[in-house]
């Protein structure tokens, strides 16, 4: 544990408070000093301590009272409250506990015990903030899961409902179609079954971004990347005829690839699929500029298409965390954008949008440089 | 007189041992404390002196309580004992027999002063 934990000594009394304060601050906490319960409800409201020692007998609002209100507070109710009582005062030692107090010590205090106490508090009140902190994190967790998995069976079906509805036609009528039409719909079948292909990377794309715990981020090499995301998307780039620029070399950023090269497969199948008719995209990186949140330099990655361009009220609903899925259905993105988004997070990125309506849209990233 | 015999049959070498053990050796914070005792002392004899003859118990007991823990610290038993019963009765509303408690109460305390005063001056 660390003695970083700072405690406040609630006591009236300067003698009590004094040796309290130099005994707690020898042994390497912080210490704060409040002189009568309604001080200390005050500085907590300020300074949240790790612990309280409170005297029960104080002018004004006595020990009991104080430590009644502390366990009505929100904010402070966690605050684990020790009662220091005199030795003599044997029904003291006990009712505070009827109002929350975890403990009680002892006066004169015997400084091993007074230590031993403070640390099995400190530890259970470490334990149960760990542990609370792991249940928030998990309940998030079981929301995506929620609204991704209602998005993915949704995402699913439509193309699902076309393969099986083509599939019957072909089977009941496959003798009177013509040989043009016979194409049509086996090419409409395989697009579907590429769409449900991409939906389902995406699924276990987040489930190895949802296990993430610590990639190693290292220097990439961007050329490379950019053409594996590119390979994937052959099949589209020859669908749609579409045109791609290049820049002849990258900047170096840091990252962890095969992350990024889900950004860029992302970005690029996007401008293909919402880009112009035939897609111009083209692919580029800015030298390093100032604008990493601690100040780190970044290096900003962008997909130029020549598409519709998106009203402001579009580019705000992108990147919509999975946990708001549900209820911002981002237009034809789906899932990517969310996923990019939540990969650069956790690569210390940035993502944004930069478009107008009838010029087009850039997608771009930054990664530390 | 020496400080050890000073000290002997007023503080009880138990409880200063485990004040300076939370002390830790530091000997200008052991006179600091000590200075603080017998400044403060004065004031919660006089409270108590006050909550008594203007039957302010809650006063005496208050004051009362804090030099019971203070005297318990540095070890005068036989002051902090007396504090406790004095305590009790301002806790209970019971004024019989506290002004004789408080004159033995001023008199355990001189005893007490003059003891630290001694310890004191040999840190």
């Known amino acids: 544990m660390t003695n970083q934990d700072t405690i406040l000594v609630v006591d009236d009394n300067p003698v009590q408070s004094k040796l309290a304060l130099h005994f707690l601050r020898r042994t390497g906490y912080d210490v704060l000093i409040a002189t009568s319960g309604e001080e200390a409800l005050e500085q907590v409201r300020d300074i949240r301590p790790d612990l309280i020692l409170l005297d029960v007998l104080m002018p004004g609002i006595d020990g009991f009272e104080t430590c009644r209100r502390l366990k009505d507070g929100e904010e402070t109710r966690d605050i684990p409250v020790i009662f220091m009582t005199s030795l003599s005062d044997t029904a003291d030692k006990v009712k505070g506990f009827e109002f929350g107090a975890v403990d009680y010590v002892t006066k004169p205090i015997q400084p091993q015990e007074l230590l031993a106490r403070i640390n099995t508090h400190l530890t259970i009140r470490n334990l149960q903030k760990s542990l609370q902190q792991e249940i928030v994190e998990r309940e998030k967790l079981i929301a995506e899961l929620d609204a991704f998995a209602h998005t993915v069976a949704h995402d699913l079906k439509s193309p699902l409902t076309s393969i099986v509805g083509y599939a019957n036609v072909l089977e009941e009528h496959h003798a009177a179609i013509s040989?043009?039409?016979?194409?049509?719909?086996?090419?409409?079948?395989?697009?579907?079954?590429?769409?449900?292909?991409?939906?389902?990377?995406?699924?276990?794309?987040?489930?190895?971004?949802?296990?993430?715990?610590?990639?190693?981020?290292?220097?990439?090499?961007?050329?490379?990347?950019?053409?594996?995301?590119?390979?994937?998307?052959?099949?589209?780039?020859?669908?749609?005829?579409?045109?791609?620029?290049?820049?002849?070399?990258?900047?170096?950023?840091?990252?962890?690839?095969?992350?990024?090269?889900?950004?860029?497969?992302?970005?690029?199948?996007?401008?293909?699929?919402?880009?112009?008719?035939?897609?111009?995209?083209?692919?580029?990186?800015?030298?390093?500029?100032?604008?990493?949140?601690?100040?780190?330099?970044?290096?900003?990655?962008?997909?130029?298409?020549?598409?519709d361009g998106l009203t402001p009220g579009e580019q705000e609903r992108l990147f919509t965390p999975f946990e708001r899925l549900d209820q911002v259905k981002a237009m034809g993105h789906g899932l990517g954008l969310s996923i990019v988004g939540r990969i650069m997070r956790k690569l210390q990125g940035q993502v944004g949008v930069e478009s107008e309506v009838g010029v087009g849209s850039t997608f771009w990233f930054s990664l530390p440089a | 007189m020496t400080a050890s015999e000073q000290t002997t049959g007023v503080l009880d070498s138990a409880a200063l041992e485990n004040l300076k053990d939370m002390i830790g050796g530091d000997t200008e914070f052991f006179a600091d404390l000590i200075d603080t005792f017998i400044a403060d002392a004065p004031r919660m004899l006089a409270d108590m002196r006050q909550g008594m003859e203007g039957g302010d118990v809650a006063l005496l007991h208050r004051a009362a309580h804090s030099l019971k823990s203070n005297s318990a610290d540095f070890g005068a038993l036989t002051l902090s004992e007396l504090c406790r019963e004095l305590e009790a009765r301002g806790k209970d509303g019971v004024l019989a027999g506290a002004a004789e408690l408080i004159e033995r109460v001023e008199a355990e305390y001189a005893k007490a002063e003059t003891a630290l005063k001694a310890i004191r001056q040999d840190l």
């Open chain 1, 179 to 307: 040989g043009d039409d016979l194409l049509r719909y086996l090419q409409v079948i395989a697009q579907n079954g590429y769409r449900m292909g991409n939906i389902i990377d995406e699924l276990l794309l987040l489930a190895s971004v949802r296990a993430m715990e610590d990639v190693e981020i290292k220097p990439l090499d961007m050329a490379a990347i950019v053409s594996e995301a590119r390979g994937r998307l052959a099949y589209m780039i020859e669908e749609y005829e579409a045109e791609i620029d290049l820049p002849e070399s990258w900047p170096v950023a840091r990252g962890y690839g095969p992350w990024v090269e889900e950004v860029w497969a992302n970005y690029l199948s996007n401008a293909l699929k919402y880009g112009g008719r035939p897609p111009h995209v083209e692919l580029g990186a800015t030298e390093r500029i100032d604008g990493g949140p601690d100040g780190f330099e970044v290096v900003r990655f962008y997909v130029r298409d020549n598409g």
